[in-house]
């Protein structure tokens, strides 16, 4: 069964730096998403992407964030200089169609990073 | 936005079968009705969604009030895999971040 790919599973960043979350999304897939989730705490909506630009972005999504579909395949998130509040677990998602018009959101496994 | 209401837990024992409600009062006549679940250090997984008329696919059905005020998820075989936090959610022809998770139902499964 297809499924969305997410890399690294886990990483351990200094406060200030930078930090690229990789995210493969199922092949046939128009439509993607970045969520996260602080621990303990509730799936929050940060962005989605769409025929390669922003359709929409949450308050979270500030301009320490951005997203890149670099190569056809892959959909990065990069946060451009953590910090402490960073640290969570970060989901891609992917859709065919919009959730809007009921798509089915697939979900990765999730990166989790920890900013020291 | 349309809210939705659920309880924080639930349980039920394995094998058995668990109907998970979710109210709904202030529901528009064009909001579907979604169910996401999230296992234990997992990302969310779709589980199905309906508008009106009662859904069933491989991993639950959905009951749908006539009023459509209210609904039901119901496992037919609750399993130690189906213990999750599942969510609610409504929305129809809204942006991604009305895909909003709450706090949603604890499940516990007992052995």
């Known amino acids: 069964e297809p499924e969305v790919t997410q890399t690294p599973s886990h990483q351990v960043t200094q406060m200030g730096q930078e930090v690229i979350l990789r995210c493969v999304p199922i092949s046939n897939h128009l439509y993607f998403y970045w969520y996260r989730q602080i621990l303990g705490q509730k799936v929050e909506f940060l962005v989605s992407?769409?025929?390669?630009?922003?359709?929409?972005k949450s308050e979270i999504f500030d301009d320490q964030f951005s997203v890149e579909r670099p190569d056809g395949s892959n959909f990065t998130l990069k946060i451009r200089s953590t910090k402490l509040e960073d640290s969570a677990m970060y989901f891609c998602?992917?859709?065919?169609?919009?959730?809007?018009?009921?798509?089915?959101?697939?979900f990765g496994e999730g990166s989790r990073l920890t900013v020291l | 936005d349309a809210k939705t209401t659920q309880p924080n837990s639930m349980e039920s024992n394995e094998e058995e079968p668990v109907h998970l409600p979710c109210n709904h009062s202030?529901?528009?006549?064009?909001?579907?009705i979604h169910w996401y679940r999230q296992l234990p250090s997992q990302g969310p997984e779709y589980v199905i969604h309906g508008l009106t008329s009662n859904v069933n696919n491989r991993m639950a059905s959905l009951a749908i009030a006539e009023d459509r005020k209210s609904s039901t998820l119901i496992l037919h075989r609750a399993t130690l895999r189906d213990a999750a936090v599942y969510y609610c959610i409504l929305g129809y022809q809204t942006g991604a971040n009305n895909l909003f998770f709450g706090t949603g139902t604890r499940l516990t499964v007992i052995p």
């Open positions: 202030t529901i528009s006549g064009t909001d579907y």
């Open positions: 992407f769409y025929n390669n630009e922003i359709s929409e």
């Open positions: 998602a992917s859709s065919v169609i919009s959730w809007g018009n009921t798509g089915e959101l697939f």
